[in-house]
């Protein structure tokens, strides 16, 4: 009922940028919080950063004063600005959110297929 679509990752050099993005569609009324998770290999799925219908945010240390989350919630999508990279920062990234459907159900911890970010040099 619901589909997550991530986009944006790539490779890059340490000190750089990357904006990802997730697009969320399907039987969809209302979204209620949004947010970007990260898994490294052989590590478990940690947060990193959510954002609140109401555009609250918040923030895994690690992550703090370096990526913005932010929402457009006409389009139904979440980004995530990730400034000042490193190889640390390395991991599949996912968007996961919280809905309303059209039917009225609430639907919790909807995942996307994930977009590989890779910080070296």
């Known amino acids: 009922q619901v589909r997550l679509v991530e986009s944006g990752g790539g490779s890059v050099q340490p000190g750089g940028s990357l904006r990802l993005s997730c697009q969320a569609s399907?039987?969809?009324?209302?979204?209620?919080?949004m947010g970007w998770y990260r898994q490294a290999p052989g590590k478990q799925r940690d947060l990193v950063a959510t954002?609140?219908?109401?555009?609250?945010?918040d923030y895994a240390d690690s992550v703090k004063g370096r990526f913005t989350i932010s929402r457009d919630n006409a389009r139904n999508m979440v980004y995530l600005q990730m400034n000042s990279l490193n190889p640390e920062d390395t991991a599949v990234y996912y968007c996961?959110?919280?809905?309303?459907?059209?039917?009225?159900?609430?639907?919790?911890?909807?995942w996307g297929q994930g977009t590989q970010v890779t910080v070296s040099s």
């Open positions: 399907g039987s969809i009324r209302s979204i209620q919080l």
């Open positions: 996961k959110v919280s809905v309303v459907t059209t039917s009225g159900y609430w639907l919790n911890d909807q």
């Open positions: 954002i609140t219908s109401d555009k609250r945010t």
